[in-house]
Nanobody, 125 residues
Framework: VQLQASGGGLVQAGGSLRLSCTDS????????MAWFRQAPEKEREFVAGISWSGRNLNYADSAKGRFTISRDNAKKTVDLQMNNLTPEDTAVYYC???????????????????WGQGTLVTVSS
């Protein structure tokens, strides 16, 4: 696994964070990439996904209007800008690659076959 997630930290409710995922090895520019998150004692859930070109986006309802996913294929990065954070956003955030698809963004954990190590986001009230 060559994905490296960064940018997590502690932020107050209403604040913002920008997560970044870097592909330091194999190039995933042709594939769908996504962010998932897992809160303590909860299932890992889809947050946002982006097609290879960046033209197709998919957001979980909890992320719509607050989070923005973007990618830079030249730099091999995918970012997640998170605004207006709430304590419910507290989780470990993972970036992932669906190497079987380039356009269709499926919000299903089992469809993603490469994962980063996760970065912790903690939102205090």
């Amino acid at each position: 696994v060559q994905l490296q997630a960064s940018g997590g930290g502690l932020v107050q409710a209403g604040g913002s964070l920008r997560l970044s995922c870097t592909d330091s090895g194999r190039t995933f520019s042709n594939y769908v990439m996504a962010w998932f998150r897992q809160a303590p004692e909860k299932e890992r859930e889809f947050v946002a996904g982006i097609s290879w070109s960046g033209r197709n986006l998919n957001y979980a309802d909890s992320a719509k209007g607050r989070f923005t996913i973007s990618r830079d294929n030249a730099k091999k990065t995918v970012d997640l800008q998170m605004n207006n954070l709430t304590p419910e956003d507290t989780a470990v955030y993972y970036c992932a690659v669906d190497s079987r698809r380039s356009t269709a963004i499926l919000p299903l954990r089992e469809e993603y076959d490469y994962w980063g190590q996760g970065t912790l986001v903690t939102v205090s009230s």
